[in-house]
């Protein structure tokens, strides 16, 4: 039975909507219009900065720019085809070239890729890459790589950390000088790899690599590099590892992995997870076989945290890695020292600002997904 006690809560019959109203809002959520207005400015400047991205970015969602494109370059099932690359890297410009890709070569998986590219980082690049796919399963991916690169304009700021300076009036041992000067030098390389990588069970795996390397080293053409840049103005080239006689050596790693990261949910993007962890270890031993001694061991380690602020996804990628050589000083050749400095490790200083036997970075990261192909941290 209804009184006037139970349906005094009932709206009027002029306010039924239908829909129930939240509570009012409490002081502290006022307070949010301070941090709003503060922040108002560096997110009209973002704003408009990323405006043109976001407008092309449209353009592609709205005219299926994407599928349009793959109809060009890729067979109907996708997988089997031939596009265009291309990098811009600062301080050395623009890097460009074509892969071809098959991404079902004997039916199951396997997948065979070959890669050319010119300018800009490298003067010659090319690349070959063979996997097995799901041939052995789940649990076992076997790969094989190959690489011949000309890099014309690499760069070389000493060893450590000491203060960068423009000149030092006479060439130096940058072993027992502690300045940065910014120099140039040109490497000459070929790689061969081959790897297994084995799932031990859930985020868990482990993986083997072997390779052989090849490397020379020299000053850089004229042409390539500003007067006053060449690695011999400045260092005597003779005391640096394996600068003059160039190196040949073995390499071989274990890595194990521990991987959670992963998108929040199933409409999110899998290149871009937002939430889980990564605990990453790794050790490797090196031996010389041909011209130029080398021997060293090399180990390390990288933790990564994901957390999720928002739809978008908007997250924090927290960062902590570090990484050691530990050999003969003669021994271990200069470009395998840990290195600092460039668009992966510690942006906002040049590629390989800081070179030395140790190396240890933590970074927190704030990223967000700017559409399909784009994300910007």
Known sequence: MRTSRSVAPAPLPDQASGISEGEPESGSNHLRVVPRVLLFVPRLVVEVVNAPIRGALYVMDRYALGERTKDVFFNDERTVGVYPVGALTSGFGLTIGARFIHRDL???????????????????????????????GRRLKLTA??????VPKDRFF?????????????????????????????????????GARVRLG?????????????????????????????IAEHYLTATIPGFEQGVAYSYNE?????????????????????????FLGYGGVARGFDRGQVRYIRFGGDVQRYIRLAEGPRLLALRLTAE??????????FVDLPTLGGPQLLRGYAKDRFRDRAMAMGS??????????MAGF
């Not at 790589?145 to 000309?150: K, N």
């Not at 083997?208 to 850089?220: C, H, I, P, Q, Y």
């Not at 274990?254 to 889980?276: A, K, M, Q």
């Open 202 to 230: 859930g985020p868990v795996s482990a993986r083997l690599t072997s390779g052989v390397l090849w490397r020379r080293f020299g000053s850089s053409s004229p042409d390539d590099i500003m007067p006053g840049d060449d």
């Open 324 to 333: 050691e050589v530990r050999g003969e000083d003669d021994l271990i050749p």
């Open 145 to 150: 790589e190959a690489e011949y690169s000309i």
């Open 254 to 278: 274990l890595e194990l992995r521990y991987d959670t990261r992963r998108p929040s949910n199933i409409w999110e993007r899998s290149s871009l997870p937002s939430t889980g962890w990564l």
């Open 158 to 194: 000493g060893i450590g950390n000491g203060d960068e300076v423009a000149a030092s009036g006479m060439p130096v041992d940058p072993y027992a000088a502690p300045i940065a000067i910014d120099t140039r030098y040109q490497e000459t390389a070929t790689r061969v790899y081959g």
């Open 106 to 136: 004997f039916g199951d998986r396997e997948q065979f890729s070959v890669r050319a590219s010119f300018g800009g980082t490298f003067n010659q690049q090319y690349s070959t890459e063979l996997s097995s796919g799901r041939r052995f």
């Open 364 to 373: 927190v990261e704030y990223q967000f997904d700017l559409g399909q192909s």
